[in-house]
């Protein structure tokens, strides 16, 4: 079975920024259509962004437009986020997972997605 664990996660004040990865192993393909989500306490889970197979195709949420990046090394299986511009609302957990081909994948819902990570905090504080 696939296993996905994320990790880059901590604490930072508003403003700084962080690089999330997530490792999957257990991938039939070194390219899978892959999407970071998050949950803050008390909140619904909600999508950040997301990356088709190819990595030219990707989509964010508009609270992360222009602040966060997605993007992946095959190679390595890992897929990463670059949060820059950090806000105290993006305080949340902060999950890894895969999505299947056939889903609608690019609205970022998080009933397409499998597989999850354990997920790792971010903590932006004011």
């Known amino acids: 079975q696939v296993q996905v664990v994320e990790s880059g996660g901590g604490s930072v004040q508003a403003g700084g920024s962080l690089r999330l990865s997530c490792t999957a192993s257990?991938?039939?393909?070194?390219?899978?259509?892959m999407g970071w989500f998050r949950q803050a306490a008390g909140k619904e889970r909600e999508g950040v962004s997301c990356?088709?197979?190819?990595?030219?195709?990707?989509y964010y949420a508009d609270s992360v437009k222009g602040r966060f990046t997605i993007s992946r090394d095959e190679a390595k299986n890992t897929l990463y986020l670059q949060m820059n511009s950090l806000k105290p609302d993006d305080t949340a957990m902060y999950y890894c997972?895969?999505?299947?081909?056939?889903?609608?994948?690019?609205?970022?819902?998080?009933?397409?997605?499998?597989?999850w990570g354990q997920g790792t905090q971010v903590t932006v504080s004011s």
């Open positions: 990356i088709g197979r190819s990595s030219f195709t990707t």
């Open positions: 997972a895969r999505a299947r081909s056939t889903a609608a994948w690019w609205l970022l819902r998080a009933e397409n997605f499998y597989d």
């Open positions: 257990g991938l039939a393909s070194p390219s899978s259509i």
